[in-house]
């Protein structure tokens, strides 16, 4: 019996918040944020855009940070095969081109990965001191 009236009260809650959207006069019920869809429908979008900010602001950071670590990799392997006789005997383009990359690559995801995470968590804050605030 209980269960029965929930689901009516509940649909009934929903009929009228569909129909406060689509009259002009002002219904004495407001929906809940969970039957509200608008509102979940903009705070995914609102979370979206916070994530491909944090997403492109990584990257960006990311592909500077291999920038220079292929420059900081590669003048001193390229020079360390031309002067030293034991790296010149062992170390072949294959080789020279994989100490390169490996370091390029490495640094890149790893700025990328820490970008991102302390992006999203100063989002987070923010977001948080925002609700602490205007609950105060």
Known sequence: MAIDLKGWWRQKRGDLALQQRGSPVPSIFIPSPVEDRDAQKTIASLREARAKHCTDEGVKAGFK???????ATAIPTLTAVRMV????????????????????????????????????????????????????
């Open 65 to 71: 940070a291999a920038s220079i670590a292929c420059a």
């Open 85 to 136: 006789p034991w790296v010149k005997a062992h170390l072949n383009y294959t080789g020279q081109a994989l100490v390169i990359s490996a370091a390029t690559i490495a640094t890149y995801f790893i700025v990328v990965d820490q970008t991102i995470l302390e992006c999203s968590r100063k989002e987070s804050w923010d977001a948080l001191e925002k609700r602490r605030s205007a609950a105060s």
